[in-house]
């Protein structure tokens, strides 16, 4: 449905919730869904969504199964462990043989049909899907954090535990502890073995190979061969564990790394996450991530001190930020094996293991999507002001990279609600906050933004560049800006900031509304505003659902617009550059009622009476969404050609001259927050929402035409705080 989007976050603290199958298809379970990206070496296109599951993914897993690799599972919260068809994207079966919230998920790689799952209580479920039977072992009393079935034998599970012990059962003969492998003293948050079956490869060691009895099982007889496992914990070390012997032959202590590359928001705190993978191609090979998001390959045959390499050394900025919570890996070819990354700082990196640099990078959104614009000077530059207390822009017209990103954090510490670029300043981005905070980013930069001094007492909603009025307007032209910055807020205020003193005081604009127009009455709470194009005319929207129409730079009250009923939420001025003379005095007002409006103020702009005229009538009704109404956005490749959003969850495109719909778009998952026309091609918009994803969609492709009938309930997303244990 989408020609390009922006996925949630994979979710955090999973021991396994992505996995890469054989194809080359990454699935990563975010929120509720699991997205699933074709991976190549050059870019990653992310090619679908699966839908099903009612809470949180806790585990996602291919099938290796040479002519199944469609085939994938995933566990939730909600209890369900689901079997799909990633090609359909549909459900094939599930099981709900769990009692408690399930921790791990693993497809064996020597059954086809089987799939172990285990849960806190210390359940481990083995699902033979095929026969749609599941059998409950239970080896241990104990929290289960991770699993993970042998390669070589189709009967062998590792289990890690949150107490650090890890176990190794038989469950041909009613899960019989092979092993209890004792080493760790705190969570197990990965098990991976070794690629290659028997134990001849890593480093002899004298005092080991002595040992030829068993420390911690039944001793293993002379026909069966074992196989290494590596383990990684919240205990700093990664161990390698003979399974022939049931012990330890090697601790791997993480290297203490310099932090390198950007900054990290230091108010944010992360436990350790120690994640181990071991390379299809590489028997002598461990991957493991490391304390800030660095992640480190181990050469098991090396001796001395330093046996790891850095991934992503050989040059700046390559690395994640923060932990890695999974990685998984995918052959191409002979000799290229590609590793997949998932961490805290809601990135998506590809890795190439010959040369260990990043190949791609796939950004991703942790909260609601507030508010999206597009730089009116750097073509193509979007702004996302996101519910995760960070601003993404995107350079939306890059070749090399279609995921092209950076990412603000620094001194927002808050949802961002509000953007506006600035009209002529490339790069300047003002910015507006959850907790009422305003300020401006020079996103080319890496300083943080400035702050203005004045503080609005709830959320801001909307920020505007525009002429400045009473005082600001006074003085000569080298004596103030050109344009000032305005803020409206819940409290219902609209301030004018001066942008060369951010630390000033900014002033609230109803004294002057007041003044010019000789008003004693108490003024209606201000809930949003808009500029006509020209800096001529100024919209205010009020929360009785009243519209004002103001002339700059005093504010003298042309008209007022009694249409909605409701909260004003957005209004929208037509571009100025149509080919017909009316349409840029064209008004779109949406409110909580379902219906936009749109006015003509044409005679009232050109020739004004002398009081204010009071407006009823509209000029085009659109009717069809059945909910509020969040945002508006004219086309400006086209005369009267309007999208909206709504909380029915669909953004409708209008052909307002006709008071037609033209198309519906529904790919999102949740109530859609915000809209902008590509300023580059007729035919594609982008839209964000409660679903953590921004989403670029054709209106020439789309099958519907008009909203759907009746009203939609959505389960809103909800949004994540900062405390890092917060769903991601």
Known sequence: MSERLLPASPNWYCSRSSDT???????????SSVYLVNV???????????????????GFAFCRYPGQEEICASSSDDGSVKIWDSQKQATLKEHKAHQSTITSLHWSPVVKDLLVSGDEKGIVVCFWHNRNETQSFFPEPRTIFCLSCSPHNENYIAVGYKDGMIVVIDISRKSEVLHRLRGHDDEIHALAWCPQPGEEELLPRAEETAEAEVANGRKVPDGERGCYLASGSKDQTVRVWSTARGKGVMTLKLPFLKRRGLGVDPTVKERLWLTVHWPHTRPTQIISSCFGGELVVWDLTRSGKQKWALL????????????????????????RELLISTSMDRDVKCWDLETLDCCWTLPSLGGFVYSLTFSPVDTGSLALGVGDNMIRVWSTLSIQNRYDTKTFWQGIKSKVTALSWHPLKEGHLAFGTDDGKVGIYDSYSNKPPQISSSYHRKTVYTLAWGPPVPPLSFGGEGDRPTVTLYSCAGEGVILQHNPWKLAGEANDIDKVIRDTNGIKHKLSPHTDLSWKPDGEILAIGNEDGSIEILQAPALRLLCSIQQH????????WHHEHGSQPDASHLLASGSNNATVYVHNLKSIIETPSDTPVLVTEPYRSLVGHTAKIT???????????????????????WDVLKEEAICNYRGHRGRLLCVQWSPVDPDLVWTGGDDFTVQEWAVSKQEHTKPPKGKKKHRAGEEEGPSAEAEG
């Open 21 to 31: 199958s054989p194809k080359g298809v990454f699935g990563f379970g975010a929120k």
């Open 40 to 58: 190549t070496a050059a870019s990653p296109v992310i090619a679908g969504e699966l839908k099903g599951h009612r809470e949180r993914v806790s």
């Open 312 to 335: 992503g050394s050989s040059s700046e900025g390559q690395n994640h930020t923060r932990i890695v919570f999974n990685m998984s890996s995918v052959c191409m070819g002979e000799s």
């Open 565 to 572: 009923h409701k909260i004003i939420n957005v209004l929208r």
């Open 631 to 653: 945002s508006l956005a004219w086309s400006p490749h086209h005369d009267g050609r309007l999208v909206s959003v709504c909380y029915d969850g669909t953004a409708q495109v």
